[in-house]
């Protein structure tokens, strides 16, 4: 505190965020153990199994945010999981209104038997906090909370107008926020939404996403004969799904890594000299991507490092197969299906639906006789791209430099977070992505962790951004010419 | 009966072999209801979770063989499932020996959705009866068990004496038999032994099998970084294991259909004309091997027909392959691991030995970097030839010849049984295969049946080979040259 601070408030200003900000202090050890209880529902989304413990968190969820003096809570149905929401409405005339996203559903947690500790039941070792969801998003979201809490407990009071917006159905798609976002436009309207569910190169390098890759999930299936068959009877014979399904996911490469589907990168941005050396200063190195993977090689694409290969050129995953008897011992039988779930990271400029049709067309042409092949598309997510000399983005550097005392750099995201193109779209507010994770964070993996110490920096972080948004001085320069701009064009 | 009945024995011998045949005739319902208790219990050796089941199974058949006038009957134990054992040994001095050998372990039964009714609850519709084992083999292995009832109730007596040896894990490679054969080599001592575990080729084709393939199962297990990553973070950086695996099955293959590991057909025998020209004969047409597969194209090697493809051609067939988040709805990431069970099946002459050290080189060679690749071996079985020629094989054809109004092609089979190489090598006992299956009978798949025609047809098979065999004048003729024969090799 001190220079920064005078910039953006009055006198009571300051003093007001020096209280929400000791009370954040004050309070750490209660706010890491609120964090837990949240941890503690298996809110996964993608499993129907877990719709009781959705449901659990999202009561659970708003009984919170109604307790730290939000009000309006309430948890509003969609056609899946329930959304929860929650305003504050009595900010100074003037004031701005600012939209925070986070969700409270994860990731499935198997395979459970490479977690050290099970994954809902939150423990601390040292700085880190272990548990499914502590990372992402859970953990990201609950800053926010917290922050709100430590101004409505001091201040009583928010510098702004607040909506509280914590989806459900993140991790497989948000199917229906979309239709949720359109039907409350009123409501929703905001100058500013936030979103942090990403992460920062490093404790000390505070980082603000300006792209993030698009998104499209497929199934493909083989079929063969319609039943198993004696592989000994018929083993030579007759095709096999399971080997076809194989043979067909290994066409989906070239022998260099790049995606062989014809046309694919047609719409790939080709990005000039000064980009990729500002890429290159502000993103990690080849050796850091791969001491954070847990790699001994790298992969992919020539010509690109592995952090362009995962930000500004498109991947494949082949993120589950299975096909035939995988029970214990042998079943000797040539199945009579088999099934690949395969995820596209798309470049800016690339569409999921051409994607998708690029991708149908190809199959249909690998499919060899004997073979039927179905495709069905689970997910498709637009690239997302954000102006990093937005007002709004520069505040949020500002809340962070104070609150890590590390200037932020300006990062692409290989992730898709479908909600920041509806945001954007739908509400027209832009977003700002504020990351409080690391990179060791192994999100969507085994043994999910979240850092305290980041977790109680993005406290501070979220309290000093709501500062920066509510002071009169700053707001006609902050909000007035706030709307998503175009990324800059390349000369070429 | 009649001309043929008097060949083989005196006028006594014809009699008692008339009573015996009309004991089964009249038999029939309860021996169906008998085989029908049988196929209740859910024998899968393969599964530890049905342990109590292969136990029960055991139990009962072994008081069974007891009720119909066995005696010394066993359940005796293995390193594994018990064997079930039982004896006769009262025939007339110089009489030979007969060892029937059967399995009452089942495939598993999965996938389960697929059986239009429970594996395990038989069903008659129409003349077959439904249910895991209900072909392969506990009806086939019933057939002499009823053949040795209709001896024993009419005659009090059988015309050999017989040793029952059924096993309890033929389905996953009979990996204890050897050794329990090795310590019982005494015991088990037998001028011939009987395996019915195959099919003929239709109800009026009756047929001898002459030559199985061998196996050789592994597992193929590939694994990349150590954890399970996220596919926007790391997506296109780091190799995949999933897909790793399925570009090393891809390459396991030619584009013809031809294994690709080299030198794999190098002890793969190539047959003359004459050889290619009998198969062709006495086997399966394409077309009604793709009938009966339920498929619409063949698949495989170029310059063999599909018969020839699944008996003197190898194969290798995956059987089953998982890796990653195979649930419902997406999990973007990267997989840390991958597992395919390969199943070969070995031609005339290759050993699996060697076919196992050519296959683990070539996965040394194509594993990828970034990626480990680790081979477990299952199971290696030998391939088993036996002499047409043969006075035992003789005496089965004339006892086929009666109970199924038709003479006895001779076939090879494409499936592998390793017990034929056991006994011929430990025991130094003849193997007759006498199958009473048919093509249709969906034997390791869902919906398994078997013809109840043919089961009765087994049965008096069974009970006229058990009168060729104990004919006094055909003994010496029939016994004394009784060793296993080289199978004639080609010209070339």
């Known amino acids: 505190m001190g220079a920064r601070l ?13 209280r929400a900000l000791g009370y954040a202090r004050a309070n750490r050890p209660r706010f ?13 989304s993608a499993q129907p199994s877990h719709s009781g413990d959705m449901a659990n968190c999202a009561a659970w969820l708003a009984r919170h945010l109604r307790e730290i003096g939000l009000e309006r809570v309430t948890i509003d149905r969609t056609g899946g999981q329930a959304i929860v929401r929650a305003e504050w409405r009595r900010a100074e ?15 499935p947690a198997e395979p459970l038997d490479d977690w050290r500790t099970p994954p809902f039941d939150p423990i601390i070792r040292g700085d880190d906090l272990h548990g499914r969801g502590a990372s992402d998003d859970k953990g990201q979201m609950f800053a926010h909370v917290k922050a709100i809490e430590s101004w409505l407990k001091t201040a009583g009071a928010l510098p702004v107008n607040l909506i509280c917006l914590f989806e459900g159905e993140e991790e497989i798609g948000s199917p229906h926020l979309s239709a949720y976002l359109t039907s409350n436009r009123g409501g929703l309207a905001a100058d500013c939404a936030i979103v942090s569910d990403m992460q920062i190169p490093a404790p000390d390098r505070p980082a603000i996403t300006y792209s993030l890759r698009g998104g499209l999930s497929v199934e493909l299936q083989t079929r063969g004969q319609k039943r198993e068959l004696h592989s000994g009877v018929f083993g030579g014979a007759v095709h096999n799904p399971v080997q076809a399904l194989c043979e067909i ?21 080709e990005w000039d000299a000064g980009e990729r050396a500002g890429m290159r200063e502000a993103g990690p190195s080849d050796a850091a991507m791969l001491r ?52 596209f990271r798309l470049a800016p400029d690339q569409d999921p639906a051409v994607a998708e049709r690029l991708f149908r067309d190809y199959i249909a042409r690998v499919t060899p006789p004997g073979v039927q092949t179905r495709v069905r598309t689970v997910m498709r997510v637009k690239p997302a791209s954000l102006d990093r000399a937005h007002p709004g983005v520069r505040a949020a550097a500002r809340a962070y430099r104070r609150a890590f ?12 977070i479908p909600v920041v193109g509806l945001l954007q779209e ?23 962790k979240f850092s305290l110490s980041n977790f109680h920096k993005g406290v501070e972080t979220s309290i000093g951004f709501l500062a ?18 175009a990324e800059r064009r390349p000369r070429s």
């Open 426 to 448: 739908i509400l027209g507010a832009p977003v700002v992505l504020m990351g409080f994770g690391l990179p060791g964070d192994r999100i969507h993996g085994p043994n999910e």
């Open 6 to 18: 005078q910039s953006f408030g009055d006198g009571q200003g300051a003093g007001r965020l020096r």
């Open 249 to 269: 996911i290994a066409r989906l490469h070239d022998g260099h890594g790049r995606i062989a589907i014809p046309g694919f990168y047609r719409d790939v941005r």
């Open 32 to 44: 890491v153990a609120d964090l837990q209880s949240l941890i503690r529902f298996a809110s996964v």
């Open 93 to 107: 005339p003037g004031a701005p209104t600012v939209l925070i996203y986070g969700h409270y559903d994860v990731q």
């Open 405 to 416: 005392g590390a200037p932020a750099v300006f990062l692409r995201s290989g992730g898709t």
């Open 468 to 485: 920066e948004m509510g002071a009169p001085r700053a707001a006609p320069r902050l909000y007035h010419s706030f709307s998503p701009v």
């Open 292 to 343: 954070e993977a847990g790699a001994t090689h790298g992969w992919g694409e020539p010509g690109y490092t592995l952090y362009e290969r995962t930000t500004i050129r498109p991947a494949l995953t082949v993120c589950g197969v299975s096909g035939g008897y995988n029970g214990p011992g042998v079943k000797a039988a040539i199945p009579a299906r088999a099934l690949a779930k395969l995820n």
